[in-house]
């Protein structure tokens, strides 16, 4: 694990053992809403959490994504803390992050699966998503568009079976160190849905740790040879792995690296600007924005940055820059200009 992430990864831990409903002081404050939902699908009611962005009552006319986290509660603590923090670099918009906790039997709600057979349970969940937790998240808050979900473990797998079946229920799909080898038969689905389905502008994510269980390892390592073997067109896919991270321990830099590749060159970069130029970065953000939902720009703070950065007298001075000194400038005062005017 990069040294880098080390102090984060203790400030979570610190985190879990707050009471985040009673804790709040200059340095730390968490926040979170519940709600219960009586589900006529799962024939049950259902506790959610809500957890909403620092600016979410000061800017009352901001719509905002939505990250939906299953398995437990201290998922969606650690989901939000996270989130709340790349949202605070501006690696990430700021966003609604929704729990979803498993009702104690993980297996039952998670598991699409019975040996070979997928389970009609499945849909009830689906439905239960689609026709009630989704209505009451819309006409409750302010939301975008744009939808993410996050399992891990059994949730992954669950999320996986999501992405195959109900593709059109999210932008973003995030399965971190999934169970496939409780559900071998999404080995075969995935291969027949990429083969048969248009994927365009949706993102699938999925990682596992390197100190992972070898069954877990065997079912991942045949999932990844089916992307690579497919090339889904239209898909932005990643099937990678976590160093020096385990089973249990992945939902923390997993989804703080699935968070960043989802939103790769959301905050625009001076190496990005100067490859892409007034008509790269202008497309990039189109795509960006039909992959998320979300009107995705850049920060009028980086393209003033970089103005002021180009303007600097002595760049002229610089062999690298200054034969393209102008049109770097004549770009970013067009670029403030279509997006900001």
Request: glycine share 4%.
């Amino acid at each position: 694990m990069p040294n880098s992430l080390k102090p984060l990864l203790f400030a979570f831990f610190v985190l879990l053992l707050l009471n985040p409903s009673v804790h709040a002081d200059e340095h730390i404050s968490f926040k979170y809403e519940t709600a219960k939902i009586t589900s006529e699908h799962l024939q049950k009611e259902k506790q959610i959490y809500i957890h909403l962005p620092p600016s979410y009552s000061e800017e009352k006319k901001r719509a905002y994504p939505v990250l939906y986290v299953l398995n437990r509660p201290e998922n969606f603590l650690i989901s939000s803390q996270i989130v709340d923090f790349l949202s605070s670099k501006e690696n990430i918009p700021e966003t609604i992050v929704v729990g979803i906790p498993h009702s104690g039997n993980s297996r039952f709600e998670y598991s699409p699966y019975d040996s070979d057979t997928r389970r009609g349970e499945m849909d009830s969940f689906h439905r239960f998503l689609k026709e009630d937790i989704f209505p009451y998240i819309n006409s409750t808050y302010r939301i975008a568009p744009s939808k993410a979900i996050v399992g891990h473990s059994l949730a992954g797998l669950f999320v996986t079976d999501l992405f195959i079946h109900e593709p059109d229920l999210f932008n973003s799909f995030i399965a971190l160190s999934p169970s496939y080898h409780h559900g071998k038969p999404v080995l075969k689905d995935m291969r027949a849905f990429l083969t048969t389905h248009e994927t365009n502008d949706k993102v699938f994510y999925a990682s596992l740790g390197s100190d992972e269980y070898y069954r877990i390892e065997n079912e991942y390592s045949k999932m990844r040879q089916i992307f690579n073997e497919t090339k889904p067109e239209g898909l932005r896919w990643n099937i990678g792995d976590i160093r020096n991270a385990s089973h249990r321990s992945l939902i923390l830099p997993g989804l703080i690296d699935a968070l960043s590749f989802i939103y790769e060159g959301y905050n625009l970069s001076m190496p990005q600007f100067r490859k892409q130029g007034y008509n790269g970065i202008i497309a990039h953000y189109a795509q960006l924005s039909k992959e998320l939902g979300i009107i995705a720009t850049p920060s009028k703070e980086d393209l003033e940055s970089l103005l002021r950065y180009f303007s600097n007298p002595d760049r002229k001075n610089d062999p690298d820059i200054a034969p393209h000194l102008n049109d770097y400038i004549e770009d970013l005062n067009r670029l403030l200009k279509h997006f900001y005017s």
